[in-house]
C-alpha cells in the first residue's frame, strides 16, 4: 500500500512567524496555561525566531479597546519588525497591510501563535491555508479560555490541513541536525526549559 502521506518538514529557509494579538489584555483571558508558563513559551517561540533568523510579523487588534497594547516583551524583542496595529478587523488575515506584509516575506510556511486559539490564530491559520499555504500553529505559545474551546480549535484547523506542534517540537524541526550548533541550540533549549539547562550543564561539564 502507498502511503498518502507527505511529511513537509519546517524550513528555515522558507519559514515566516505570525505572532498574532498578544495582547496585554487579551493575556488575562488565558486559562489553558498557568500565566508564567505561558509568557515562557511566547517568549521561548520569539527566541527561536530570532535564533533561526525567521521574518516575525507582529500584529494587533483595537489596541485602543480592551484588548491593550501589544506585551512590550515583544515589541523590544523585534524592534524592526513588521507591526500591524489592525484598526478592529478580528481576523487578521481581513487587514490588507498584515497579508502584504507576509507576501513580502516571501516565505510559503507560515508558524502562528496568537490569543486567543479559536479566533486570533484559527481565523488567519484557516484563511492561510485556503491561500494555499503551509500553516503550523504552536499551540503552547496560543491560549484562551478554557481546554474545551482550545481543543475545539484545533479539531478545526488540524481538519483544514494546519500542522499543530509547540515551540520545541518547531525549534528542533527548523534545527535539524544538533552539529549544526550545539551550543546555540542548547542555549535556546536552557533558557526555556529548566531541566534542559540541567543537561547541557551537565554536558558542558563533560566536553570542557
Known amino acids: 500500500m502507498t502511503s498518502q502521506f507527505t511529511y513537509n518538514r519546517l524550513d528555515k529557509d522558507n519559514a515566516a512567524v505570525l505572532l498574532v494579538d498578544h495582547q496585554s489584555g487579551l493575556t488575562n483571558v488565558v486559562q489553558d ?3 508564567d508558563e505561558f509568557k515562557n513559551n511566547v517568549l521561548a517561540l520569539a527566541d527561536a525566531a530570532i535564533y533561526f533568523d525567521l521574518p516575525t510579523i ?7 479597546g480592551p484588548n491593550g497594547p501589544l506585551v512590550p516583551e515583544l515589541k523590544a524583542m523585534f ?8 484598526p478592529g478587523q478580528i481576523n487578521a488575515w481581513d487587514n490588507e497591510d498584515f497579508v502584504n506584509a507576509i507576501k513580502k516575506t516571501g516565505k510559503k ?14 481565523f488567519p491559520a ?4 485556503e491561500e494555499g499555504y503551509e500553516v503550523f500553529v504552536i499551540t503552547d505559545a496560543s491560549g484562551t479560555f478554557n481546554k474545551t474551546t ?6 478545526r484547523m488540524e481538519a483544514a490541513g494546519c500542522q499543530l506542534l509547540t515551540w520545541f517540537g518547531a525549534a528542533c524541526e527548523l534545527h535539524r541536525d544538533w552539529r549544526n550548533d550545539v551550543e546555540g ?17 551537565s554536558y558542558s561539564a563533560r566536553t570542557k
Open 33 to 35: 496555561f498557568s500565566p
Open 58 to 64: 507582529l500584529t494587533t487588534s483595537f489596541e485602543s
Open 79 to 86: 524592534p524592526n519588525a513588521p507591526y500591524i496595529a489592525r
Open 109 to 122: 510556511q507560515l508558524i502562528i501563535a496568537g490569543i486567543v486559539t479559536e479566533v486570533c490564530v484559527a
Open 126 to 129: 484557516l484563511s492561510a491555508r
Open 150 to 155: 482550545r481543543d475545539a480549535a484545533w479539531s
Open 185 to 201: 541550540l542548547g542555549t535556546l533549549f536552557s533558557n526555556h526549559l529548566p531541566s534542559y539547562r540541567c543537561l547541557i550543564t
